[in-house]
């Protein structure tokens, strides 16, 4: 079976620090991946997907970054972290159109 | 563009109480997904619908895909305190690897 893991599960960084969130799939080969961010009581963002290695597509201009070294392995990044950038992350991954599923998350505040 | 509309944004019920939400679009959607996002954890996927249509339970929870591809509701009998978290209807989009989301409705239990 499928699962998805993301770390850190929850982190607290200065304001101008840089940032990198791990996501990695087990069990399904070359999955869609995708990047939500979630505001406190808010809906899901998509920040980025992709559907191959080396393949990102950013859906909102920002400070942030995405890359997939591997199959199965998308990262999360930024050079300068500014306050805006707190909230929840979630990680899913997808086989074409027909679902995705979501990660656990990873609770990220600047302070 | 494509977009969800989820009514309503947030309910307060009894516990035992049935639920009744709904999700709309003007445009035509092919698939409709219902997650639901406990506090603190990434969503997860409760039912999937392919046909118009189409009417599927998945234990005290229905979903259903209107008749006319750009609507869905989601229905909960019977309501315990674990039903507390928040709904999200999404479909895929036209052409597209991506899903779109609602903004969710929320449900609160109240003791």
């Known amino acids: 079976s499928q699962t998805i893991h993301q770390w850190p599960a929850t982190l607290v960084q200065p304001v101008g620090s840089p940032l990198s969130l791990e996501c990695t799939v087990e069990g399904t080969s070359n999955p869609n991946l995708y990047w939500y961010r979630q505001a406190a009581g808010r809906g899901l963002q998509l920040l980025f997907y992709s559907v191959g290695i080396g393949q990102i597509s950013s859906e909102v201009p920002q400070n942030l970054s995405a890359s997939r070294p591997q199959d199965r392995q998308f990262i999360l990044s930024s050079k300068k972290l500014l306050l805006s950038d707190s909230g929840f992350y979630l990680c899913a991954w997808g086989e074409g159109l027909n679902t995705q599923y979501f990660g656990p998350g990873t609770r990220l505040t600047v302070l | 563009g494509q977009q969800l509309n989820q009514s309503p944004q947030s309910m307060f019920i009894q516990e035992g109480e049935d639920v009744s939400m709904n999700c709309t679009s003007s445009?035509?959607?092919?698939?409709w997904l219902w997650y639901k996002q406990d506090p603190g954890e990434g969503p997860v996927l409760l039912i999937a619908?392919?046909?118009?249509?189409e009417l599927t339970s998945n234990g005290r929870l229905t979903a259903q895909f209107g008749i006319t591809r750009k609507d869905s509701f989601l229905n909960i009998s019977a309501s315990i305190p674990s039903d507390v978290g928040i709904y999200f209807c999404a479909g895929p989009k036209n052409r597209d690897d991506k899903i779109i989301f609602g903004k969710g409705t929320r449900l609160h239990i109240l003791p």
């Open positions: 445009s035509i959607f092919n698939t």
């Open positions: 619908l392919y046909k118009a249509g």
